[in-house]
């Protein structure tokens, strides 16, 4: 397994868990670097419910979950952490579409959370088996007509993918042309959909075409100027990149701009 560390000024790695009170604080800790002095349990799941509610952790929460587990592994031999962990995102995942309906803030957490987890977690050098056909089910749900009518859902469908489709290609690429062709439709098809999401679609299917890179036309394209009324940053997403409005203006469902049309085909 592997950890991408982010290091602070002093050279240590430091985990973004300052929105707890001290008492969790201290635990998560104690987690970090001995994980055989707290109940492992109930540490997955503060982490999951913090997870479901606050943006800046759920995209810090994969580090952390994976130097726990790290560090369980080498102290103990054991992994109680990683499977309460499974364990919690597996019963999330079975009740997404009651949590989408309760809090889209929450689900959209929930996303950026488990996406998080599979780019972190490695077995092998390789993503996690049992989290590629969940992240997918995820990305297939922001991908159905009615999240395509909603900028945060549509916003952190493109993050994700701009963050792990390549490792979700190189697993299943079947899945990935069927989301794709989904993508596709929804621009050409779908009435009402907003100027920035017909944007992130566009862009999006053009990454993927270009083998997950930025082309030089799409970047002249797609970051220009924007109105800054159009980046108003979702709830519990990353930053979104600074996507531009296109010479021609607001394009017409199914438009597609000139240097798109063979992709769109």
């Known amino acids: 397994m592997l950890l991408k560390p982010v ?4 050279g240590k790695e430091e985990y973004k868990i300052q929105s707890f009170d001290s008492e969790t604080q201290k635990l998560l800790k104690t987690a970090l670097k ?6 492992l349990e109930k540490v997955a799941n503060i982490i999951v419910d913090q997870s479901l509610k606050d943006s800046v952790f759920s995209k810090e929460a994969g580090r952390i979950c994976y130097t726990i587990i790290q560090a369980e ?13 499974l364990n919690r995102l597996q019963q999330e995942y079975k009740d997404r579409e009651e ?5 889209l803030q929450a689900w959209i957490c929930y996303v950026t959370f488990i996406c998080n987890i599979f780019d972190y977690l490695r077995v092998n050098n390789m993503p996690m088996m049992a ?4 992240v997918y089910d995820c990305l297939f749900r922001l991908a159905q007509p009615d999240s395509l009518q909603k900028e945060e859902e549509v916003d952190c469908l493109v993050l994700q993918l701009h963050r792990i489709g390549e490792q979700l290609e190189k697993m299943n690429s079947q899945r990935m042309d069927e989301l794709f062709s989904l993508l596709r439709d929804g621009f050409l098809l779908q009435e009402g959909l907003s100027s920035l999401s017909q944007l992130l679609l566009l862009e ?7 083998e997950w890179k930025m082309t030089d036309a799409a970047q002249k394209y797609y970051y220009s100027e924007t109105p800054s009324s159009m980046l108003a940053a979702p709830a519990c997403t990353q930053p ?10 607001q394009l017409a469902t199914g438009e597609v701009p000139e240097h798109m049309e063979v992709i769109m085909k």
């Open 99 to 103: 949590l989408r309906t309760r809090s």
């Open 204 to 210: 999006i299917i053009e990454f993927r075409a270009a």
């Open 34 to 39: 001995d994980p055989s002095n707290v109940d």
């Open 131 to 134: 989290l590629v056909n969940p």
């Open 73 to 85: 592994s080498k102290q103990v031999g054991q992994s109680i952490f990683r499977r309460s962990l």
């Open 7 to 10: 290091m602070g000024e002093t």
């Open 240 to 249: 979104v990149p600074q996507l531009g409005t296109p010479a021609t203006g």
